[in-house]
């Protein structure tokens, strides 16, 4: 299809459907979300609030120091991926805390915190080219290193606890993403001219982007991986600290049902960990809330837990793992953005720029 007609299909379906009709669509599906997810999981949690009694403090404790570890990781993780010039570890902190507060709160909020976080790295003195590359390789990184555990932890817990068979189709669709994201790097790093051809064909395809912008976008970022994956002390920090950010989270995850007395397989742990987090990526509600409260308990059950305890256990782990980081990411961007001796008006205005929808990154002048 030639590309006129392409825009022209594109513009006739956003006059038919309109902006406010797209935004109601997206707020009902989050409401049907919370309503038959999340709310049924909290009155049942309601009725099982005697579990309490017994709980362990000291794991509770632990728990939590092990997701703002966590953080720290994939705060490090960022920091290691970055191609040029690096801001303090304590500033790319708080920025990747404010960016995760705005993925926290806005449904498929990963577009809306890459934002930010490119506004925040190129506020910090870092090039816009370098702010664009480490949010992709950032994200995209991650979720192959947790594609790869969670891969394995099936492997492995399919001959300790049985076969599931939810477990052997998402090991074959980790297989499948982990063979897709390896083409990825090999025409990124080795075959890059069949990958600019397609890239081009994408640019076309996306709303308001100039395809030769497109493609010096990619190229740049063709560039900055090749040198990251020529340094390999650099590259095995990188994925050192992704694994890190992981097994820390997941660590959290199994402090809280140690609190409630029950200590779990590590490896059956993770594997209902990795799971529910390859549903959290579905891009309907913020930090995949209500799928992850809905699919976590019932596979820690499938591995013996309790399913009052893993219900309880999830929901304390959700609360420092997704709702904590919102107001903690509020306050870390107003440490950036304010300067020592401004009051609350200036706060209001920075906090209300975290609700002004971010405009792209701009890509370097093709050459």
Do not use: C
Request: charged share 15%; proline share 6%.
């Amino acid at each position: 299809m030639p590309d006129e007609a392409k825009t022209s299909l594109r513009s006739r379906w956003r006059a038919i459907v309109p902006a406010p009709l797209r935004h109601g669509i997206l707020i009902f599906l989050v409401v049907i979300v919370v309503e038959y997810l999340v709310v049924p999981e909290l009155i049942g949690a309601s009725r099982n609030i005697h579990y309490l009694e017994r709980l362990n403090v000291g794991w509770l404790v632990a728990g939590v120091g092990f997701e703002a570890f966590s953080l720290f990781a994939y705060a490090l993780l960022t920091w290691t991926v970055l191609p040029g010039h690096r801001p303090r570890v304590s500033r790319v902190f708080r920025i990747d805390l404010a960016t995760t507060a705005v993925a926290h709160t806005v449904p498929g909020g990963s577009a809306a915190s890459a934002g930010l976080g490119y506004r925040l790295l190129t506020g910090e003195g870092v090039s816009g080219t370098d702010a664009g590359f480490t949010m992709a390789t950032q994200g995209i990184g991650s979720a192959v290193v947790l594609n790869v555990m969670l891969w394995l932890a099936l492997v492995i817990s399919i001959p300790i606890a049985g076969f599931h068979t939810i477990y052997v189709v998402v090991a074959l669709l980790g297989m499948i993403a982990l063979g897709f994201f390896a083409v990825l790097i090999y025409f990124l790093t080795r075959g890059e001219d069949p990958a600019i051809r397609l890239v081009r064909r994408v640019g076309v395809a996306i709303p308001r982007v100039r395809p030769d912008r497109f493609e010096a976008t990619f190229r740049h970022i063709a560039e900055s991986l090749r040198t990251l994956t020529t340094n390999r002390d650099r590259l095995r920090a990188a994925l050192g600290w992704a694994a890190t950010n992981w097994l820390l989270d997941a660590a959290a995850l199994w402090s809280f049902l140690a609190a409630l007395g029950r200590y779990v397989n590590p490896i059956e742990l993770f594997a209902a960990y990795g799971i529910a987090n390859v549903l959290a990526a579905i891009p309907i509600t913020p930090g995949g809330l209500g799928f992850v409260e809905a699919s976590l308990p019932l596979l820690l059950a499938s591995f013996g837990v309790t399913k009052n305890v893993a219900l309880l256990s999830v929901l304390g782990w959700r609360i420092v793992n997704f709702w904590l980081p919102i107001p903690v990411g509020a306050v870390s961007y107003l440490s950036l953005k304010l300067h020592r001796g401004e009051g609350w008006r200036a706060s209001r205005r920075a906090l209300a720029e975290l609700t002004v929808r971010l405009p792209p990154p701009e890509p370097p002048p093709a050459t």
